[in-house]
């Protein structure tokens, strides 16, 4: 078998780079291609002023087989003065010795830039694509979710990565979802809030609104980073226009302050795989008859509101619209480990996971 190098990758490689991902996964059915033209931007901006990306690709003989690339952002830090470094963006075919010669370039290429430890997979911040799934491979897939095959686990591993951080996912039946929501609205009682729809689909009346709440809502996720309204715009517009009546909501205290915001998501994954990668078609499915699985996404609440009353409120609120609206099945997508919730008393179909290690 001939030898794997693995080199890096510079401006000009940035296409291959991106095309492999989908090559090598394109016989997994529970892979949904990125759209090009948005990885092509994430990858040419990088991290974000003051960060740092170095791509890598992976080659035995005259085949490309892996790639990763190493990331530092400014504001992601270990400790005071000293970078946490991300790996991300890793693809790589069923060859271990590829796959250890690519997070061994990666993680040296983050040490010799000060970075005693590194997370992984991290694509620049928790906003862009993380995670690995570490249960649940036999699932069906959905929109947005980080479907990644068993063997990328086996490589994290095998290269001393470890879970630093877990996430589960739930799949209650209609008669447990009710359950849980009259669970939770014991708990939003307890202050004196609200849950309102953000049906309005401008997206500049929107994503300003939204995007002022994530830097005070996200403090503290792992892996966040601050990032510019230009990226989130390109980001979330798009998933607005996804989003039927109700889908989206923000949660209020009394005097009408913005505290946090939720949204789920009709699971139009099988239209978005057959996109290809090619934004061209987003959203021409709008007019189909919608799926019948809904994926309650995200919750996000500002610091001083997570006594559980403000976040209980959003997925009652997100809760009720989906069982009002005819959906049979029902996901509630990555929660965390630590997240005290009845939502942790369902069982869990999925997990997953970002690894660290010392470097």
């Known amino acids: ?50 960060g740092a990306l170095q791509p890598f690709l992976a080659v035995r003989g005259t085949v490309a087989v892996g790639r990763v690339a190493a990331l530092l952002h400014p504001a992601l830090e270990e400790v005071p003065g000293r970078p946490l470094g991300q790996v991300g963006y890793y693809e790589c075919a069923d060859d271990p010795a590829a796959a250890a010669a690519l997070l061994a ?43 990644t095959p068993p063997r990328y686990l086996a490589h994290f591993e095998a290269a001393g990565f470890a879970p630093v951080h877990r996430w589960t996912a739930h799949e209650p ?20 809030l609200r849950a309102a729809a953000l049906d309005e689909r401008d997206p500049a009346a929107v994503l300003p609104r939204l995007h002022r709440l994530l830097d005070r809502a996200w403090a503290g996720y ?36 913005d505290l946090g915001f939720g949204y789920m998501l009709p699971d139009w994954f099988a239209p978005v795989r057959a996109l290809r990668g090619d934004p061209a078609g987003w959203g ?31 997925v009652v609120a997100g809760c009720e619209v989906a069982l009002q609206a005819g959906y049979r099945r029902f996901l509630l997508a990555r929660t965390r480990e630590e997240f005290r919730s009845p939502v942790r008393r369902l069982p869990a179909t999925r997990r997953y996971a970002l690894c660290g290690r010392a470097l």
Not at 128 to 140: A, D, K, P, Q, Y
Not at 224 to 242: D, H, N
């Open 1 to 50: 078998m001939e030898e794997v190098r693995v080199t890096p990758a510079g401006p000009g490689d940035l296409e291959p780079f991106v095309d492999l991902g989908p090559a090598l996964r394109a016989g997994d059915a529970d892979y949904s291609t990125p759209l090009r033209a948005s990885a092509l931007a994430e990858l040419r901006a990088g991290p974000g002023p003051g």
């Open 105 to 147: 370039a990666a993680c040296a290429w983050l040490r010799g830039r000060g970075a005693g430890r590194a997370v992984g997979p991290m694509n620049g911040g928790a906003h862009r694509s993380c995670l690995l799934l570490t249960e649940g491979f036999g699932t069906e897939p959905h929109l947005l979710e980080p479907r």
């Open 173 to 192: 039946s209609r008669t447990q979802l009710e359950a849980l929501v009259t669970s939770l609205r014991r708990i939003a009682r307890r202050a004196p």
């Open 222 to 257: 792992p892996g966040y980073v601050p990032f510019p309204f230009e990226e989130f715009a390109r980001t979330f517009g798009g998933l607005l226009l996804l989003l039927p009546p109700g889908h989206l909501q923000v949660v209020m205290d009394g005097a009408g302050r």
């Open 284 to 314: 021409r499915w709008l007019s189909d008859p919608p799926p019948d699985r809904v994926v309650l996404h995200s919750v996000a609440v500002v610091p001083e509101a997570r006594q559980g009353a403000a976040a209980a409120a959003l």
